[in-house]
């Protein structure tokens, strides 16, 4: 009983609190959709639309069998180096799995282990890195 | 310098290495010859080739020894002073004159120091033993040469009475031993932290400067879809150790701006995160009375994942000015400065994690934490992210009611019908739209960004030509 007077309660004051709040609420005409519509309650929007302004990237690193333990750090920048998105630190014989967040706009990545460096297509959802020459 | 870092690696090797008289050997025989680059073998007008090996599956050939000379150069070694330096080689499709020398070649004198002339007089394979009396840092290179004719050099089964001694990732010089004052395991020259042993690392994110949280309030119901209700800059930097477990994650709050008829309050969830994962929080800005329960650690009680309330109220912390509404929405209404809130989580205390373990920076995958408003001070009335989960205090009544049409079988959250939020999470900082106007008022590629499924325009809240109108952008 209590629980359902405080539920009353609550929508009671969720009631007042949107009509003392709807002098932010426009009027709004329902009209069809349009290609470019000026309002956001007319946009057409598709269920999987996940409304982020980021991508997760997964990079898979494959190390390289190597006579010495190196380990160095490995980083995921822009390619105009404004922007560290990984910093990690990893031994150059072994294999990881890392991820990272990177705008949706990002194309490329500039991956650096050292004095190796290249340049990565970022569009993928999964990257991929090794030690070799390119 | 340089030669004193020599001297002192070769010191090091000579009293830490196991294998220090042992033998650096290579036949070649496991990968191309990108590989062998990698591991700082110089290999010039040559390859790792299969064709005609001289054992095994692959040795080294050089290009027709007709107008080219093929080089090979090893890594550097650490030469021990004694053995031998042995390997395999012939001239395949013999004719001519041809020749092969091999150096040794030092910092001192890189030039090398020529310890086997040989003139080929036939095709046969030659077994080569030269003895070494050379110690310290080396490098071997093998000169083939001669011309006309189609003959190629091969190169195979080297041993190199040594240890191994390039860095592949430092330019393949010598092995460089930084100082490491705290003796983390990362040299001072990458630590952030070079005198901390429990701290390595500062990861950023966003990567540069404040992103953007732009919430509507009135939720269930639609709003007017300015996006001003609260907008908040954020920015983490998480400080990891040299084995990448989360040790602080600083939180760092800007309120810029509520242009809301209601007093709101904000928090965040670190979905992956379990409370007794945390040992303390710091910083938040909320009164006892707003009737927040919290734990010891600071986290708030009774969720099942690690979640901070960091206000209770905007209008408290960041007050309107007299006779306004709202804070910074109104161009023609008084500035108000905004206020910070620096939030501070331990989660690792001089190298021991809280009870519940410790946090990879992988696993506290801060890009998904999970920010939300606490709606009119009513604890229940959290508004989220679309599709983010509500936390354990969140109210299920209020759900698929008015225009929300949050589905908690379906996995849908925080969004209408037709599918539109109630908040935004923006990469950057976000020049949000003056009051009562639409974010497609203000930013003139939201809405082929929003119907291309993300595809057009994904940097649509940029400052670029043909993006805005300025004039509904406070």
Known sequence: MKSKQISTFSFL???????????????????????????????????SFDWKTTRDVTLEVTGIAIPISIRNTLQ??????????????????????????IPSYETEVLITYGSIMKVVDATPEVIYFNYLSQ | MRYFNIIVVSFILILASPSVFGQYEVDFDDGSTSYYEALCWDISDASVSTSQPIEGNRSIRTDKLNSSIGIVISPWVQLTGSGNLTFKHRIYSFNGSRNLKVYLLSEANPSGELILDYDYSNGTTQTQNIAITQSGLYQVKWRFSGSGGNSRGQLDLISIPGTYASDPSNDC?????????????????EDDYPTDQYRAYDNYYPATGQATLAFEDLWPSDGDYDLNDVVI?????????????????IGTFVLRASGAGLHNGFGFELPTVAPASVISTVGYD?????????????????????????????FRITPQAPSTFGVNTWPTQQAVPYDTLTVVMVFMNNGTPGSGGTVSLTDLNISEFNPFIVAGMIRGM???????VPTDLADPQYFGILDDDSNPATGKYYKTAANLPWALNIYEEFDY??????????????????????????????????????????
């Open chain 1, 13 to 47: 004051l969720l009631s007042v609190l949107l009509m003392i709040g709807s002098g932010c609420k426009k009027e709004l005409t329902i009209v069809e959709p349009t290609p470019n519509p000026d309002n956001p309650l007319e946009l057409v929007v598709s269920n």
């Open chain 1, 76 to 101: 995921v920048r822009s390619t105009d180096e404004e922007r560290v998105y990984l910093k990690s630190q990893l031994f150059m014989d072994q294999n990881y799995t890392l991820k990272f967040t």
């Open chain 2, 173 to 189: 010089d010598p092995i460089n031993i930084n100082p490491d004052t705290d003796g983390d395991g990362v040299p001072d020259n």
């Open chain 2, 233 to 249: 800059g954020y920015s983490f930097k998480i400080v990891t150790n040299a084995t990448d477990n989360v040790v602080d994650l």
């Open chain 2, 286 to 314: 909320v009164l006892q009375s707003a009737g927040y329960s919290f734990g010891s650690n600071g986290l708030e009680s009774g969720q099942t994942n690690a979640t901070v309330i960091v206000f209770d109220d905007f």
């Open chain 2, 382 to 388: 959290e508004v989220h992210l679309p599709d983010y």
């Open chain 2, 433 to 474: 739209p003056v009051e009562q106007v639409p974010i497609t008022d203000a930013y003139l590629k939201f809405d082929e960004w929003v119907q291309s499924n993300g595809v057009q325009y994904p940097d649509w809240y940029q400052n670029n030509v043909g993006y805005r109108n300025a004039a509904n952008i406070y």
